[in-house]
């Protein structure tokens, strides 16, 4: 494989976890998902942060991409320095200090880890 | 964080808002949204022009949104000069005066806010 | 408005339309759409190539976007030089005189008009 | 036609196939797909390399997208040098001898093919 493919950082707009068991339908039916692709030969330490509408933006929150793998990343396992707030409009910064390729997508539990939606993630004009 | 991500105009091709009651499903399902990311540390300044097929932009709509902050702008709720019309292609550009990302969502309001789908809206080259 | 946002040509790569009549469900159930928004004040004059799998791309199919305005274009309303065959795949390549932004869309006709799916298409590195 | 539009290499960062028969929905209920559209005049050869989150990338898979034509390569047709493991995250780097687009869209099989959902890919900086 040639150089790295990607970028240090990356923006996600949109953002929503939705609360258990309020309606008709299983109670937690969806899964947030920030899938990172790591294609250098060195591990990617990854912080991300998550941005609100009516507060200041919460993080870092820490993790690591091993070279050359892939990690998809659920929001809802993210827990420290805070869990992220259900039934919340958010948004998300991904920064890695190797060049990583992101994509946004939600998965539904209900049918077979089925994605519902899938969008490369907005990559920083600068590298 | 580093400086503010982003671009200054944004333009979304795909736009449409189904009428009240035409159905068996219920009858209001889906919302349109423009989910704006601000990272940078001053409030941008958001003027959002309604393209149609038929007749000239309308606009332009003005919000806000934040230092450090996102906004889901869902495009029924814009009223002022005039609402969205019903059961109507259209397609919007989004400018403000620091960078934002965008991103166009639609949501399903039969399944507990989960999006049908989602794309990062298209940058202009220059920023 | 400052000047025209986009690109003069733009890339899909995925297209499919399928045949009548041949489920349970309602016989024709989705249109692929390629949205264009023409934010220039000139008239977009644009040609669409449709690329198969086992031969020669057909085109042009010639159409008008004119100007400040938005065309959501159904490939199966394309007919001049022939129609784009069913159960096919097929990829596009939309070209324009000015600068315009592509959006792929298709279309749930059993929902109102949600769109099942949409991305951005892929603009042309050179405008 | 003019130039050959896209780039020599893509990422996806997503991908899932599920597995068979563990559920009440029909056993294999979608595809996932990498479309690629090559525009140039010369045949592409492409090699797709699979990476995974606790192993070593696997390929490269091989194949060809003759001039001026389109291929929906499913992930699940990969057999050589292994078949792509099921209910396993993975992402794909896909190169190319000559520039092509590529979009990443998973198929449903149960409503006439239609897309759960589609994303272009992320292109190289560098051609």
Redesign the interface.
């Known amino acids: 494989?040639?150089?790295a493919?990607?970028?240090k950082?990356w923006?996600?707009?949109?953002g929503?976890i939705?609360s258990y068991g309020?309606?008709p339908?299983p109670a937690f039916?969806?899964y947030e998902?920030a899938?990172?692709?790591n294609?250098s030969d060195q591990d990617a330490n990854i912080k991300i942060?998550i941005?609100?509408?009516?507060r200041?933006?919460v993080g870092p929150y820490e993790l690591k991409v091993q070279a050359?793998?892939?990690?998809?990343v659920r929001f809802n396992d993210l827990k420290d320095p805070e869990p992220i707030p259900l039934d919340t409009?958010?948004?998300s910064?991904i920064e890695s200090d190797v060049p990583i390729?992101?994509?946004?997508?939600?998965l539904?539990l209900r049918?077979?880890?089925?994605?519902?939606?899938?969008?490369?993630?907005?990559?920083?004009?600068?590298?």
Chains 1, 2, 3, 4 share one sequence.
């Open positions: 494989m040639k150089e493919i990607g970028h950082r923006a996600i707009a949109e929503y939705p309020n309606g339908e039916t969806s998902t899938c990172i692709l294609t942060w941005y609100f509408s009516d200041d933006p050359k793998r892939t990690k998809h409009d958010y948004a910064i390729v992101v994509q946004h997508t939600r539904d049918q077979a880890e089925n994605a519902l939606l899938s969008t490369m993630a907005f990559p920083a004009a600068t590298n």
